[in-house]
């Protein structure tokens, strides 16, 4: 008979036998002898206790973390919380059904008071008659304590001991929402809230290998965590032991371990990872509880200053502020332990996705002398109909689903100015794009694409960057040079070997004043440039070509004209006559970004 053999050394020892379950005996008892039929009740109980030992011995908690955990449950904190108080990092604990781990929690702190239980039925006090009777009644050189273990106990004591964790006042259960958490930890946390953010991922239709999930937090929160922190350390501070609240888990990484894997699910096994070019975030707010970091105001008002961009002056950040400069005895003077148990749990907001942004690069070129680069506004009214960069960004949009754009060039040129040769360096960053990834072949399609919807741009080079190649177009924008040509009108009549001497000159040095027709967007300023070389053309006894190589920042125009004497010297003080400008290309943009790509 090995079965009720392991029985009854699991009874005498009062440790769940693992071995043989009472299932299996009570299944095969009509195989057993009479005589040991009596022994089927105490099956049942060593059963429920091998379910009850099996299911604490798996939490990650030690002897020290029980009375801790009795104060959390009784004082309305939800499982997971629990187990983040008691400072259990194990991921896989938090993953666990809510109800399964609150069971777990329950059986943890219930077999102390059954061992204390246990051990003063089996060693009773010495002189007491229980002790004489035991030791009168066992045969010589016999253990003298299996016989006390296997007499009849009273009725319902087995059912009593193994409901002992029932004593406990789990204020979950009344109210169902934990104090601690407003309950993320609980129903937020679960397959239903993995499929709803699942579903907006999936409506965004993004492009991405890996993603990172992000949660914010009501404020509320913080102060409700710092009341639970405050008496948890103030239980292990009796028990001669210390928590820093750094050691405290907090609810953003419980709920990042415990929905990344049910995400990564729903989207086909996706990886969630903690860095990614994709965001998926979740927002929680609780109307209910806001009121919770009121007093911070008048004990910590200088943490919270209004802004323009906040509805709210207690914000996350402000709050953690205030709750690291309030002392513990001024804190529990003005908020409770343990906090006001809400109504409702959290509400989750819309879920947000955002991809990083993508960047690229090319050079244009402009052929149009009405077309400004950017948009033309004046006094909110449009004064073109178009721009370079609207030219550009309308098919990079549709071809990367970006959401906006930023754009940016190396210098830029005037409405009615030309730019030639190789074109100039130009940036765009797209705002989360859904798509973040072309092929050469398809940028290739793309700048194509641009080239044949209007002859008064053409792009070339065009290419994916990083953003901190970006920056290589700004390096040094002063130190670099920049080939013009201009169409210069003479007021009085000239001959070429008037403007020959022009030629020789070499780096001229200007002091040009901020230009007029710019004053209302720059600060008035003298700025030194210098013009490195000229050469001249001569047309007509009124006109010439003036090719110059300049330093990147010269106003040409104000070169030529004078700008009513602001730019010194000037062209009109060179020929002692009035000049002016006609026409001016941009022929050549000295930048070495982005890369040339072959044709």
């Known amino acids: 008979m090995p079965s009720v053999c392991k029985l009854l050394f ?4 009062f440790w769940p036998c693992t071995a043989c379950s009472a299932s299996e005996i009570a299944s095969s008892h ?9 022994l089927l009740p105490y099956a049942e109980c060593v059963s429920s206790r091998v379910k009850r030992f099996q299911r604490a011995a798996m939490l990650p908690l030690k002897d020290g973390d029980k009375p801790v955990v009795h104060k959390l449950l009784s004082s309305g904190c939800c499982a997971r919380c629990v187990l983040r108080f008691c400072c259990v990092s194990v991921q896989a604990a938090y993953r666990k059904p809510p109800q399964e781990t609150l069971e777990e929690l329950r059986v943890f702190i219930s077999n102390t008071e059954n061992g204390k239980s246990r051990q003063s039925a089996t060693h009773p006090a010495a002189g007491s008659p229980e002790s004489q009777n035991a030791a009168g009644s066992d045969p010589p050189g016999g253990p003298p304590i299996k016989r006390v273990k296997l007499e009849p106990a009273e009725p319902g004591a087995a059912a009593a001991e193994g409901d002992a964790a029932a004593e406990v006042k789990v204020e979950e259960e009344e109210s169902g929402v934990c104090v601690a958490c407003l309950g993320i930890l609980q129903e937020l946390s679960g397959p239903n809230q993995a499929v ?14 890996t993603l990172v999930l992000s949660v914010s937090l009501p404020a509320q929160l913080c102060v409700r965590e710092h009341s639970c922190w405050l008496h948890v350390k103030k239980e292990l501070r009796e028990k001669s032991s210390a928590l820093g609240k750094d050691d405290v888990v907090p609810v953003k990484e419980a709920f990042k371990w415990i929905m ?4 990564a699910k729903e989207l086909g096994g996706v990886a969630v990872v903690i860095r990614s070019l994709f965001e998926v975030s979740v927002e929680f707010t609780h109307p209910e509880t806001e009121a919770d970091c009121h007093f911070l105001a008048s004990t910590c008002g200088d943490c919270f200053k209004p802004t323009k961009n906040k509805q709210s002056v207690f914000t996350r950040m402000a709050v953690v502020k205030a709750l690291e400069k309030i002392s513990d005895a001024v804190f529990l003077k003005h908020y409770a332990f343990p906090p006001p148990r809400p109504s409702s749990s959290c509400v989750p907001r819309d879920v947000q996705c955002l991809h990083a942004s993508v960047f690229i690069a090319g050079r244009y070129n402009k052929f149009c002398r009405s077309l400004p680069q950017t948009p033309w506004l004046i006094d909110g009214e449009r004064r073109m109909e178009s721009s370079v960069e609207e030219l550009i960004a309308a098919p990079v949009l549709s ?6 754009f930023n754009f940016s060039s190396s210098g830029r040129e005037d409405v009615d100015v030309r730019t030639l040769g190789n074109g100039r360096p130009f940036a765009m960053e797209l705002l989360n794009p859904h798509r973040s990834k072309l092929s050469r072949e398809e940028m290739k399609q793309l700048q194509e694409t641009i080239n044949e919807s209007s002859d008064k741009i053409r792009v070339r080079d065009l290419q994916i960057v990083s ?4 920056g290589r177009m700004k390096e040094g924008e002063e130190a670099k040079t920049k080939s013009y040509t201009a169409l210069v009108w003479t007021q009085k009549a000239i001959q070429s070997q008037d403007i020959a001497f022009i030629d020789g000159i070499k780096d001229l040095t200007l002091d040009q004043k901020t230009p007029l027709r710019v004053l209302h967007r720059r600060a008035l300023a003298v700025r030194q440039r210098v013009v490195h070389r000229m050469n001249t053309r001569y047309l007509d006894p009124h006109h010439f070509h003036l090719e110059l190589k300049t330093q990147a920042g010269t106003y040409i125009k104000e070169f030529v004209h004078g700008d009513f004497g602001r730019t010194k010297p000037n062209m ?28």
């Open 399 to 404: 071809s990367f689903r970006a959401a906006g």
């Open 467 to 470: 953003r901190e190649a970006m």
């Open 572 to 599: 009109s003080a060179l020929l002692k006559m009035d000049t002016d400008i006609l026409e001016l290309d941009v022929e050549s943009v000295d930048v070495d970004w982005p890369p040339s790509i072959p044709e």
């Open 10 to 13: 699991s009874v005498s020892c």
């Open 260 to 263: 990344q894997g049910l995400v």
């Open 196 to 209: 709803k953010i699942a579903e907006r991922v999936k409506e965004g239709e993004y492009e991405f290998d």
């Open 30 to 38: 009509e195989h057993l002898p009479a005589e040991t039929h009596h």
